[in-house]
């Protein structure tokens, strides 16, 4: 779990474009918060600059009070869920989700390797299809052990990067639901990305509203709901 917050963050581009224009927000642990906005409005970028695929131009931001400008990305414990699930194709679904586990393989060992696939092939419904290759999975499937890989790091918070976005409407619903069940029993800090309305409503505890890289307004989907 991991407390986020931005304080006056800042990205310019190198051809000078300004793509987020000075963005305050508090992200509380444990919190579920959904970034939406159109296409453009500077989303991906905030949250490259959060796992630390993209420089800070200038403000700050800390991570369980940390200030991390300056922390390597793979020294922040964030998980990274895309929208292109990039598995790897030679590998089982078993050794996908491993991966991450292995990487790391002095410090835990194959037994505790195994208990943690395991368990978030349980979470994700993957228990029948440890031994099967990504080409004969379907895209939900594929999605799922995205997220299984993200699982077992213990990763102190999620981004998600739209990862709905590539599957069918029903698929989608499907995933929404189990997401949002994920979300309820890790209850690991999310930082969700989507210009989907009905993502933005139903998956976050709050619901930040970009607009040409600027914060519109930060509200609980009931508030965003009722208001005129
Ligand atoms: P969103 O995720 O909301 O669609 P992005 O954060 O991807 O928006 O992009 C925000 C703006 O920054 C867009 O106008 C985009 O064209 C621009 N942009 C993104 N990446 C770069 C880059 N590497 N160099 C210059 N401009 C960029
Ligand atoms: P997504 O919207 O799925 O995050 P991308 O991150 O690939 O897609 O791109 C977002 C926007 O940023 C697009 O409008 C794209 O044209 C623009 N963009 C991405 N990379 C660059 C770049 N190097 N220079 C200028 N614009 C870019």
Request: glycine residues 6%; contains cysteine.
């Amino acid at each position: 779990m991991a407390q986020i917050t931005l304080n006056n963050l800042v990205k310019t581009y190198d051809d000078g474009f300004t793509a987020v224009k000075g963005i305050s927000l508090d992200i509380a642990d444990g919190e579920f918060m959904i970034l939406v906005g159109p296409s453009g409005c500077g989303k991906s970028t905030l949250l490259r600059m959060i796992v630390g695929l993209e420089d800070i131009t200038s403000g700050d931001l800390t991570i369980d009070g940390k200030r991390v400008n300056e922390i390597p990305p793979r020294d922040r414990n964030l998980s990274m869920v895309f929208q292109n699930y990039a598995l790897y194709p030679h590998l089982t679904v078993y050794e996908n989700i491993a991966f991450p586990l292995r990487l790391n393989r002095s410090k835990i060992d194959k037994e505790e390797i195994d208990r943690r696939v395991r368990e978030a092939s349980d979470m994700l419904d993957l228990r029948e299809h440890l031994d099967r290759k990504p080409a004969n999975l379907s895209g939900g499937q594929r999605q799922r052990v995205a997220m299984g890989r993200a699982i077992v790091r213990q990763a102190d918070a999620f981004l998600f990067d739209e990862p709905l976005s590539n599957l069918d409407a029903k698929l989608r619903g499907q995933m929404r639901t189990q997401i949002a069940q994920l979300q309820r029993r890790l209850r690991t800090t999310a930082v969700y990305v989507t210009h989907d309305q009905t993502e933005a409503m139903t998956l976050g505890d709050r619901v930040a509203v970009l607009k040409k890289g600027t914060l519109q307004q930060v509200a609980s989907p009931r508030e965003l709901y009722e208001q005129p």
